[in-house]
């Protein structure tokens, strides 16, 4: 049967079970909508293609299939910029499809034409302009495979309009062979061997899990050898999650914005297991300082990031899930009762401290650490949370307790503002069972606002809990720490009435200012049918740890 | 800094080159030279890079180029045993008092006279970047008008090839061989 290439594209996004394409129309990706308009996959149009990037991706975390998300060519093509290096530096599948102009005037800078492959390379997976519809097929069908194996990532797919509109023959073969991309997911026989020794000899044991722990569904494989062997685990940002953080072994986030028993343990540690991380500045620090007493072992499927940033004593390639399935059968490890105890005494002391310091009091502003230790009471974790960036972000990592994997979803590596909005939008989507809860801050909210309009329209269930501190918090705290307190372009005058512009688009909501009132607007959010938004007024001075 | 010959077969397809300078660039690595073209197998194209780094440095390159989805295959080549050459085309200042003293250096390093003029001589020379380096040295005090090379291409010696089917080691740098 001939078919158009608009039309072998819809029919490949449904073979590989596409329901929801997040997207924004134009004149170069006109022929695609054409054909969608009679395909049972949903499009959701958001209000700025950044927002169906950052969607896309929300999906994709939540639903733990590939996110796809659609634009124009020209500026909605570089609109997607953001939301694809976002996807990219938390290794996210998404995959990307941008209008193009037409495959003969390329190169002549014609209305709408930009170079997207030339300009997303660096922070695409991959990414095609299909020149020739013979190819298209196998392309779409690639991006799929790569975008979803190995270390996930978003794949781009620049389709020219007249591929769109010209003929193409449709190849349902789904499982492309492409000769230099061959994952590695076992481990090596002789490293688990290693590995296991290293963790009978080891006294003082810690595991740093990274995201592609969720990413590979790992967890259940991690908590039996961290219960098994007694391993204190901390994790990195995008490793919230992936043991639940209620877990007496779990010590919190590490590093520069994270909790001191979790950076206490890795300084003491005479054995680190990395696991899916990147061992990245902020989780690290001065690599020079970090974890000098320990041995180092990196699992990750990614051979280029072990060695990377940190040198490695036993390094592993491989998937997670299948590395620690494979390491069971080596493990001849006791039981670090001695190590156990005492990093639960630091962690009980910690533990304390904290309580100590979360004021509850009412005063003239309201603690955001407090509102996220109530709402973790109210949701005890099952919901999916995302956050923006800033110190909202990092009250959300330290002070809500997540305990699923995948249900913190947070811009780790990129620290995207606007992301958080449209991403819970992608979340509830792919996963209307969930809650879905984002953590905002005045100033990463207004990126993204229009994407209320998007809610709205598709009738989208989100509670918005915003920590109105009147500044850009984090950027303030850093000028108030490094630059002497000189504030500059910090505060964010001019921000409008958020209840007032939420009821603008139908949405209702209320504004808390003390902390009296935390409880019970947080259970009126969650038990709206619907969109709320709380605002919370926040003392500037509020520090993020 | 040392520098390291890296072979690295890729697919003959638009943009591949530009994939590979670019990750070159973003990442701060320094090359030498870079050198492609195709090989046996239309389909695959070979790059010779001459890269100036550590061993850390050298593996990092590696990595990241392997992560390309178009890198078939990386080998670092050994410089003893491979060979390693480079063309380069050289126009010199040539008066009838100094022709034949050139002709006479050029035949010692057994390059060749491709174009001659009035006031000219183009000559070339393909070799190691020692010899092309010693011939330059030479050619200097007759005047360099102009010189263009093409940056080293290597191969292994004796019976080592370097295929593009014998792949499915994407990665693997650091012995992930199953069990
Ligand atoms: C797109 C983008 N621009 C700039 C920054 C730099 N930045 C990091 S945190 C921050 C302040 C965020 O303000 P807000 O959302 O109000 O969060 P708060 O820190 O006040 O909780 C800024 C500007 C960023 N991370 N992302
Ligand atoms: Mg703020």
Redesign the pocket.
Known sequence: MTMTGAQVLVKALEDHGVTTIFGYPGAANAPIYDVLAGSKIRHILTRHEQGAAHAASGYARATGEVGVCMATSGPGATNLI?GIATAYMDSIPIIAITGQVSTEVIGRDVFQEVDITGATAPFCKHNYLVKNSKDLSRIIHEAFHIASTGRPGPVLIDMPIDIQLGEAEYDEHKEPDIRGYKPTYKGHALQLKRIAEAIAQSSRPVICAGGGVISSAASDELLELVEKVGIPVTSTLMGIGSIPGDHPLFLGMLGSHGVSTANQAVNKADLLIIMGARAADRATGNTDKFAKQAKIIHIDIDPAEIGKNLGTHIPIVGDIKIVLQQLKKYLVSDYKKEWVDTVTEWKNKQLLKNADSINADDGAYVNPKYVLSVLSDLTKGDAILTT??????I?AANHYRTIYPGSFITSGGL????YGLPAAIGAKIGRPDKTVIVV??????Q?SMQELATIKQWNVDIKIIL?N?E??????ELQKIKYKGKYFAVT?EGSPDFIKLAAAYGLPGEKVTKNSEVRNALSRALQNKGTYIVEFTVDPEESTL | MPKHTLSVLVENHAGVLSRVAGLFSRRGFNIDSLAVGVTEDPNVSRMTIIVDGDDYTVEQVTKQLNKLIDVIKIRRLNPEESVQRELALIKVNATSATRSEIIQIVDIFRANIVDVSKNTLTIEMTGSEDKIAAFEEMLKQFGIKEMVRTGMIAIERGNKIIKAEASGDNGSVNGTVDE
């Open positions: 953001t923006e960036v800033g110190q909202n972000q009250w620290g995207t503002m606007g905002s801050g005045d100033g990463s909210f990126m920590f501190n500044r850009l918090g984090m950027v303030r964010l």
